[in-house]
């Protein structure tokens, strides 16, 4: 298995496009409340956005997306709200898979999926096979997905190999089998809806990740709004715990190097 930098052992490279943006969808609710409409309005709504920021992402050059589209927490909400998000779920792999496949992405799902209907289970295990050799966007869901979850289930998956009793474990071996242990962390996390909290996303992998928030309801969420995201982005100073001046030497390096 090939295993990806870690921010906090390696300084990954970094682009002017983030190689990979995670998103946490918030505000479907809201955007439905404001318009007089019940909730799931919003969801369905959610959906054509992601379909638009798919697109995006694919012209920006963008080589993973994930998205939280249901935590382990959300179990909470009303029944009926559940039960109407997993049907509109459903709906959305059942439309789009194919449609997916034949625009060269790769689908994933992460998070404990056992725990959702057979038939939502059957489509998601054929959505990635079918497209597993896709490789112009790596797509992934998060859906019932948790970022202490994932952790506790990288340990017990680490602690059921015999290799770690002879040479102990690190960070690495404990990383590579978290749910997204091939992926490189992400460089952007956007969480739209206003809301400044991770909710038990990619606590792990979110370590060095640049953070940006913003206000608009995830239903309004378009390609010129990622291009605010990427903008903020572009502004950073990605330091992974060194300091301005280090950088500024290494820049200087590498122009006389001429890299
Ligand atoms: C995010 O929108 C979608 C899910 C959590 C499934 P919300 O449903 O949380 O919308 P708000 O936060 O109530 O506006
Ligand atoms: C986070 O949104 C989870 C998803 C977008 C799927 P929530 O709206 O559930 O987050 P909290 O509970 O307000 O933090
Ligand atoms: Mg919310």
């Keep these: 298995m090939s295993q990806t930098p870690s921010s906090t052992r390696d300084i990954p490279e970094i682009g002017a496009i983030p190689r990979h943006v995670a998103i946490i969808m918030d505000g479907n609710g809201r955007w439905a409340k404001q318009r007089y409409l019940p909730r799931t309005a919003g969801h369905r709504q959610g959906v054509e956005a992601v379909r638009g920021v798919i697109r995006a992402c694919i012209e920006r050059g963008i080589e993973y997306l994930t998205i939280f589209a249901f935590s382990s927490e959300n179990w909470r909400r009303p029944e009926e709200e559940v039960k109407l998000l997993m049907q509109l779920f459903l709906v959305a792999l059942e439309r789009e898979v194919a449609k997916l496949h034949e625009n060269g992405i790769r689908f994933r799902v992460i998070g404990d999926i056992s725990k959702f209907d057979t038939k939502v289970i059957d489509c998601i295990r054929q959505g990635e096979v079918l497209t597993a050799n896709n490789t112009r966007l790596h797509f992934t869901v998060a859906a019932n997905y948790g970022g202490r979850w994932d952790i506790m289930q990288a340990v017990k998956k680490m602690l ?7 040479d102990g474990f690190d960070e690495l071996a404990l990383s590579r089998h978290l749910a997204m242990g091939n992926a490189p962390e992400p460089d952007l996390f956007i969480r739209t809806g206003g809301e400044c909290r991770i909710s038990n996303f990619l606590l792990w992998q979110l370590a060095y990740t640049e953070l940006y928030f913003t206000e608009t309801l995830w ?27 280090q950088l500024a030497a290494s820049l200087t390096k590498n122009r006389v190097n001429g890299l």
């Design 160 to 166: 059921a190999e015999d290799s770690w009793l002879a």
């Design 219 to 245: 239903p309004d969420f378009d390609a010129a709004s990622l291009d605010q995201a990427i903008a903020s982005y572009q502004q950073r100073e990605r330091r992974f715990g060194r300091t301005s001046e």
